[in-house]
T-cell receptor, first 113, second 113 residues
Framework: GNSVTQMEGPVTLSEEAFLTINCTYT??????LFWYVQYPGEGLQLLLK?????DKGSNKGFEATYRKETTSFHLEKGSVQVSDSAVYFC????????????FGKGTTLSVSS | NAGVTQTPKFQVLKTGQSMTLQCAQD?????MYWYRQDPGMGLRLIYY???????DKGEVPNGYNVSRLNKREFSLRLESAAPSQTSVYFC????????????FGSGTRLTVV
């Protein structure tokens, strides 16, 4: 079946450090891939997405590239800020499995000044 | 510009009590979803409604029922609450299609004692 695996957290960084959160997936079809962010006490917000192989999604300094050969969609940011502290979820949507998103377990990022 | 509205935000129930979680969206989205979020488990799909008039079970439907009242509203009912249903519940909506991300509500934090 379809699944998403994220690196376990928490990830603790100093401000201006480089961020990578790994995400790999298993899918039977040709999924679309997403990163969501959840700030404390809030719902999830779409951060970025990629709908086909080699697409790069980007938003607010975050980037992720859809790599079909390695079935990965790693999230990166060149210089994190304290305000980036949140939980990040990788997710996929597969046409063969219907439209419901399948989420990874989430990775908590904590950035200190 | 309300998006997805969930009520209530917080609720404490006694074991065996029933309640309905309400969700409404004002974006004319076709699909609506209920997820639960538990520590270390990510988000798990309870039920979804691909379009008005249809509902389908997700990964963890036991103990829940849903109603797609109209295009805007999708409610989740717990008939006899159990402590295992203590969780944060999120409603989401989507303009139908795998390339579209979800819009989430801010969640309902439910405690069953």
């Amino acid at each position: 079946g379809n699944s998403v695996t994220q690196m376990e957290g928490p990830v603790t960084l100093s401000e201006e450090a480089f961020l990578t959160i790994n995400c790999t997936y298993t899918a039977t079809g040709y999924p679309s891939l997403f990163w969501y962010v959840q700030y404390p006490g809030e719902g999830l917000q779409l951060l970025l997405k990629a709908t086909k192989a080699d697409d790069k999604g980007s938003n607010k300094g975050f980037e992720a590239t859809y790599r079909k050969e390695t079935t990965s969609f790693h999230l990166e940011k060149g210089s994190v800020q304290v305000s980036d502290s949140a939980v990040y979820f990788c997710a996929l949507s597969d046409s063969q499995a219907g439209t419901a998103l399948i989420f990874g377990k989430g990775t908590t990022l904590s950035v200190s000044s | 510009n309300a998006g997805v509205t969930q009520t209530p935000k917080f609720q404490v129930l006694k074991t065996g009590q029933s309640m309905t979680l309400q969700c409404a969206q004002d974006m004319n989205h076709n699909s609506m979803y209920w997820y639960r979020q538990d520590p270390g488990m990510g988000l798990r799909l309870i039920y979804y409604s691909a379009s008005e008039g249809t509902t389908d079970k997700g990964e963890v439907p036991n103990g829940y029922n849903v109603s797609r009242l109209n295009k805007r509203e999708f409610s989740l009912r717990l008939e006899s609450a159990a402590p295992s249903q203590t969780s944060v519940y999120f409603c989401a909506s989507q303009l139908q299609g795998i390339n579209y991300g979800y819009t989430f509500g801010s969640g309902t934090r439910l405690t069953v004692v």
